[in-house]
């Protein structure tokens, strides 16, 4: 079964980590790449706030995103994939770990040299309620990135601009002037989507973007996504807990439980051919398709245990099928097993 | 729809509509349908469609005014709660009918532990019961929605609970008056999919050990499709399309139902394809008209659809729709126009 050579182990140099393999385009080099990125939160108690402890969001996570490419990233609620998406825009400062993007270690970088990065990395958030300031005009909202980066001339010339963005996101021109209360869920998201795009970024950070919509928009979102990257070369990352939709959208897909990749394939790998134990279970546990599917639900008892205090050794253990002794005593590598680019973290189904 | 002994909750021709200063809205225009014991009945349909206000008709939980229900009846082991006055109704609400609500953060009230909150039901509707009876209904009934060591968690307060384990708690808290009927209102979607296995998992296993019926409202069709007999789907406050679960997905007569499923992202064939949408939106509550609600943003649209109301019509294995221009075998709506006209939604 296992055609892997022995490669990637915990503390290698970062060449050879699993996401600087892992890209499907072989030698090309990614846009972005994440090395061994980790955040741990200080828990602060006391009149002294001395640190207590740690909330490990996101531990030792090593992905890549090509350019044109969307990258999925799944995982339940306090699995770390919306602290790993912040944390490599540097809207939350990394623990450690370096982030590549386009050959520059944003890690390293000091807020005012990040700052012509900012335009190349924008962000599209979940909730297109509060992501957008409600006293502000939809011409102002999206060109405020335009005029803090000192783009798009002058006042006239943005408004041009801006109305060329919302007619490519499917809104009318003369919606500059309303506010974002007068429009529907799916409008205002592509109201953040053209937000996003008004600086030209040649990387978006979808977090959750189209999972408070309703499906008929959400299709419709999904679709211009996929065209602005047809059209514009963007690439995504795609954080969603929804798989169908990451199954849609990305060409690689990664998950994560508890601060840890898990598992990172192509897309159709992952889906045809899941080997962790928990990817299985969270493919087993989507509803199906229609009443005739046949399915064999393996429902996962428990639930994901505090990142607080992470269990040591694997973090899935405690809910794992297959789990044995030795997976509480240390934290599995990541493995390459199958297709090439499929990496799995669990020795036990090599 | 049949008028047998068996059917436990009879709703005909319910309109439930508001009453603002934008004008009337008609949330609810209208619909009808029935729940047999022992079954579920999925009501599903995208936000504003009017399925949540139906739930909340039922249970009698709309402030009124605004609300006016102008016509309907809600026959409920044949009483017409409609007509109940509010002392009548609270002794159905809880005990006969219980209700499960979206967000179990938001439905317990976090200044009291969660025992005392599923107690405060069984009080509610046995107020001659001792203390230690309702704690130990309390006891049992977490136990039985799968709450490991339940004594002690009794005393915890709702922050100190994960989403399903509180999902649970109300859970608990529906079923401890020993309900004919539980409406779940979107139980799930606030939680992870391995939790919102467990949680349907816990429905469908209550529904069989206690023959409960279960009028389960979602956008979710993968959710209809686990767990519903029948579904029916509704838009802009009509029920436009009634059939057995299965039948809705192998033969989706009514071209929005046809949409909805096909907007559904995932890989079809293996391969990747653009998804279908289904242009436009739904038009505001306050101009529902009397014509096919639908027509501005069907593929099949003709001036019959503009100008009059389609009835539900019968095609066939209790499989009914209202659409002028849908034929039994299905009429593949979205394959005849292709969809151009995306752009103005």
Redesign the interface.
Known sequence: MSDATPISRGGISATESPAAVATPTGGKTPLLEVRHLTKHFPIKRGLLSSTVGHVKAVTDVSISVNAGETVGLVG??GCGKTTLGRTLLRLIEPTSGDIIFDGVNLAKLSQEELRPYRKAMQIIFQDPYSSLNPRMTVEQIIAEGLVVHGMGGTLRERRLIVQDLLKRV?LAPQAIERYPHEF????RQRIGIARALAVKPRFIVCDEAVSAL???????I??LL?DLQQEMGISYLFIA?????V???AHRVAVMYLGNVVEQADTKDL?SDPRHPYTR??L??????????AKT?Q???G?PPSPINPPPGCPFEPRCPLRVPACKEKLPDLEQMGAPGHWVRCPLVR | MSQSSDVLLDVQDLRTHFYTDAGIARAVDGISFDIKRGECVALVGESGCGKSVTSLSIMRLLAMPPARMPSGKILFKGRDLARLNENEMCSVRGKEIAMIFQEPQSALNPVFTVGDQIAEAFMTHHPQAKAKEAWDKTIEAMRQVGIPDSERRALDYPHQLSGGMKQRICIAMALICGPELIIADEPTTALDVTIQAQILELLRKLQKERHLSLLLITHDLGVVAEMAERTCVMYAGKIIEQSPTADVFRRPLHPYTQGLLRARPGIVGGTKHRLSVIPGMVPAATRFEDNCRFNPRCPLCTQECKDKEPALVDYGDHHRAACWHTKAEGIDAWRVEPIAKEQHA
């Not at chain 1, 529907?184 to 409008?187: D, K, L, P, R, T």
């Open positions: 339940e609620s499917g529907s869920g799916g409008q309703d499906v008929s928009v959400q299709a419709q999904i679709n996929m807990h929804d798989l169908s939709v199954e849609h959208i889906f279970a969270l087993s546990a989507v509803p199906k398709r229609t009443p005739d599917d639900r429902i996962l008892g639930e």
